[in-house]
């Protein structure tokens, strides 16, 4: 019994490599759920293009591509006729050579054999089988000859067992007797698999017998089978790749193969016991091969099965077919076709997409889809936050209770100033311990930091937010969608991160307002429906600020169009456009309402039609509150900074000026991780 370990190529990836990162990944997904698209696909997306330092699916598959284009452009299929024709025409050059010099020689005989010679037919093929009765003078003829014959030996194995041309080289007649003698059995061991006539033992003793022929060492006869089907697939198709010609050809010359048609009829017969038991593989396909390098028939087997194997990869790198994951892909057969480093990018993505479904990122809901988890939620929250805070002041600090409350109120107290106070001085304080301080020492400064006292004022602990998002039509056509998603789930990740007390309610209004979860908001698709009804908007903002009378409201609204539908006594949504003074007069009794409610109101403008700007000031002035109108980057940081800030004076902030986000008062100052 020989040695039956079987050594495979280590595919585990490198077992010392860090973690894969996901933070890029899932801010990527992140954007496109957040742009409408399902987290699968997302998910998909981002594999597909890869990361800033990441190979993704379709660099490999044009890696691919190329590598395919290059096969076919590089090589054409007549190698071994070419390699007859030459050692053809060095034995007629050899023969006529000593036909010449052979001075003992009968006249009458040289003269026929010249004319033998002259009177060849021009087909390679038709030459060499007219030629094998020819009695050559020549010696080195006549080796050239029988090389012809070896040659198309080797060359007919080589295609159905990669290795063999060489393997066989000056091969003896025991060693062709061996070849012939595997040829017969494995076709028994194939027909008697055909009819369920096969046992293990029948596989193992041809094993044992004939080993040597298969260094690929199957395990069993379908890893066998599918070894030796997918390589005699691959030299049909090369057959059926060339020209009728060419075709005709070497079916004449395989003929004279090791000088005996008897191998010829094994390979027939083992093609097709082959064809019927894997009758799937590619049997009749073809290529237009267009390059000027020949190929042997073995190198051009190989060179057909690199195809196959590069089709494969390509559908497999496009998971594009249903059920698709990374798993599927064939590390070996990548690294094979384009080297280690695509395997490793490729095992890398397989990572990916594993971590991605095991550390919980994604969840499927009742209906079987995948969605972000809140755990993925708050990450990609915390990503956003930190692009919140590059675009934010560089001033360090926190939130401090002691501080301006968020109303603002005057306590009558005053303290000494401390580094980070925003709080107003109190000037005459300032200015009396000033001049007790120079009463004692004459020759100090008149005015020192030590002097300086702030006013307190009633701390409020808690706010009731309302972010009131415009989800109309306009917001989607004009590529506002996503920078209103982000702005979102930056200004929740921050109250349910740094606020906890505070109240965030999120409200999304077009042709009508509901209230929302970030969950649904995020991946909310695209909304078609025209209308921008800010009067119903109000109303649950409104219903929110009741339900927490001991907290400070802050009304947040972000928008890109007059309020053009509102609810009617009965519930029913009107629209109208242009905007109908009823819907104008509901939005503004609402607002209104916010005001009367302590409401400190900012209005995001996005857009510059004047009218819209017209109405934004408008209702502003109404609230004593401020507009704001960022460019779409900086909207996050425009809504975050405007809830941190305090509500300054109304002239300070018209016209959306961004100097006043970051301001003294009551919520203080945030940098993110």
């Given amino acids: 019994?020989?040695?039956?370990?079987?050594?495979?190529?280590?595919?585990?990836?490198?077992?010392?490599?860090?973690?894969?990162?996901?933070?890029?990944?899932?801010?990527?997904?992140?954007?496109?759920?957040?742009?409408?698209?399902?987290?699968?696909?997302?998910?998909?997306?981002?594999?597909?293009?890869?990361?800033?330092?990441?190979?993704?699916?379709?660099?490999?598959?044009?890696?691919?591509?190329?590598?395919?284009?290059?096969?076919?452009?590089?090589?054409?299929?007549?190698?071994?006729?070419?390699?007859?024709?030459?050692?053809?025409?060095?034995?007629?050059?050899?023969?006529?050579?000593?036909?010449a010099r052979d001075a003992m020689m009968d006249d009458a005989d040289r003269a026929f054999r010249e004319m033998q010679l002259e009177g060849l037919p021009p087909s390679t093929a038709a030459a060499v089988s007219e030629l094998s009765s020819y009695d050559w003078q020549s010696r080195e003829a006549r080796e050239d000859y029988e090389k012809i014959k070896d040659l198309l030996g080797r060359e007919l194995l080589d295609q159905r067992f990669a290795g063999m041309k060489q393997a066989l080289e000056n091969a003896t007649d025991a060693d062709r007797a061996a070849v012939n003698e595997m040829l017969a059995d494995l076709n028994e061991l194939l027909e008697k698999h055909r009819l369920g006539e096969d046992t293990p033992e029948d596989f193992a003793e041809f094993m044992d017998k004939h080993g040597d022929f298969f260094p690929e060492n199957p395990s069993d006869i379908d890893e066998l089978l599918d070894s030796l089907a997918q390589r005699a697939a691959a030299a049909q198709r090369m057959l059926n790749s060339m020209t009728p010609e060419q075709r005709q050809e070497l079916m004449q010359l395989s003929q004279q193969a090791f000088g005996s048609p008897e191998l010829m009829d094994q390979l027939a017969r083992m093609d097709s016991n082959l064809q019927a038991l894997r009758p799937g593989e590619d049997w009749g396909g073809s290529e237009q091969m267009s390059g000027e390098e020949g190929l042997g028939l073995g190198d051009g087997t190989?060179?057909?099965?690199?195809?196959?194997?590069?089709?494969?990869?390509?559908?497999?790198?496009?998971?594009?077919?249903?059920?698709?994951?990374?798993?599927?892909?064939?590390?070996?057969?990548?690294?094979?076709?384009?080297?280690?480093?695509?395997?490793?990018?490729?095992?890398?993505?397989?990572?990916?997409?594993?971590?991605?479904?095991?550390?919980?990122?994604?969840?499927?809901?009742?209906?079987?889809?995948?969605?972000?988890?809140?755990?993925?939620?708050?990450?990609?929250?915390?990503?956003?936050?930190?692009?919140?805070?590059?675009?934010?002041?560089?001033?360090?600090?926190?939130?401090?209770?002691?501080?301006?409350?968020?109303?603002?109120?005057?306590?009558?107290?005053?303290?000494?100033?401390?580094?980070?106070?925003?709080?107003?001085?109190?000037?005459?304080?300032t200015m009396l311990n000033g001049v007790l301080r120079r009463a004692g020492d004459p020759s100090g400064p008149r005015l020192s930091i030590d002097d300086v006292e702030v006013q307190e004022t009633e701390a409020r602990t808690q706010a009731a937010v309302a972010l009131l998002v415009d989800t109309s039509f306009s917001m989607a056509m004009d590529g506002r969608w996503v920078p209103m998603k982000r702005t979102a789930l930056a200004l929740h990740t921050l109250i349910r991160s740094r606020f906890r007390g505070d109240h965030l309610q999120l409200i999304g209004f077009g042709r009508h307002a509901e209230v929302m979860e970030i969950e649904h908001l995020t991946a909310l698709d695209a909304m078609w429906d025209k209308g921008t009804n800010l009067h119903h908007a109000l109303l649950l903002?409104?219903?929110?600020?009741?339900?927490?009378?001991?907290?400070?409201?802050?009304?947040?609204?972000?928008?890109?169009?007059?309020?053009?539908?509102?609810?009617?006594?009965?519930?029913?949504?009107?629209?109208?456009?242009?905007?109908?003074?009823?819907?104008?007069?509901?939005?503004?009794?609402?607002?209104?309402?916010?005001?009367?409610?302590?409401?400190?109101?900012?209005?995001?403008?996005?857009?510059?039609?004047?009218?819209?700007?017209?109405?934004?000031?408008?209702?502003?002035?109404?609230?004593?509150?401020?507009?704001v109108a960022p460019e779409l980057d900086d909207l996050g940081a425009a809504v975050v900074g405007s809830y941190l800030g305090s509500r300054g004076p109304g002239g300070g902030s018209w016209g959306g000026g961004y100097g006043d986000w970051f301001g003294g008062g009551g919520r203080g100052f945030w940098v993110g991780d």
């Fill in 1 to 99: 019994m020989k040695d039956r370990t079987r050594f495979r190529r280590y595919d585990g990836g490198d077992p010392l490599a860090p973690p894969v990162d996901l933070a890029e990944a899932l801010d990527a997904i992140g954007e496109d759920v957040m742009a409408g698209y399902s987290p699968e696909r997302a998910m998909r997306e981002f594999l597909r293009r890869g990361g800033r330092d990441q190979t993704g699916l379709d660099d490999l598959a044009r890696r691919v591509a190329e590598r395919r284009r290059e096969l076919t452009q590089r090589h054409d299929l007549d190698g071994t006729l070419q390699e007859v024709r030459e050692l053809l025409d060095h034995a007629l050059l050899e023969e006529r050579k000593q036909l």
């Fill in 541 to 627: 903002a409104n219903r929110h600020f009741r339900r927490h009378p001991n907290a400070q409201p802050v009304l947040l609204v972000v928008t890109d169009g007059e309020p053009t539908s509102h609810l009617e006594p009965d519930g029913e949504v009107y629209f109208s456009y242009p905007p109908h003074p009823l819907t104008v007069a509901y939005a503004v009794r609402e607002l209104d309402n916010a005001g009367r409610l302590g409401a400190q109101t900012t209005f995001f403008r996005l857009g510059e039609d004047p009218g819209l700007a017209r109405f934004i000031d408008q209702m502003a002035r109404r609230v004593d509150g401020r507009v």
């Fill in 302 to 429: 190989g060179v057909f099965q690199d195809l196959a194997e590069l089709d494969a990869l390509g559908e497999q790198l496009s998971q594009s077919y249903g059920g698709a994951r990374m798993d599927d892909l064939d590390l070996d057969a990548l690294a094979r076709q384009l080297g280690d480093d695509a395997a490793v990018d490729a095992r890398t993505l397989q990572r990916l997409e594993q971590a991605l479904r095991d550390t919980g990122y994604l969840k499927r809901d009742s209906s079987g889809q995948y969605r972000l988890s809140p755990k993925a939620m708050r990450q990609l929250g915390k990503a956003l936050l930190r692009d919140v805070a590059d675009r934010m002041s560089g001033r360090q600090g926190q939130r401090e209770l002691q501080r301006a409350g968020a109303a603002g109120d005057l306590s009558g107290a005053t303290r000494e100033w401390a580094f980070g106070d925003t709080e107003p001085w109190h000037v005459p304080r």
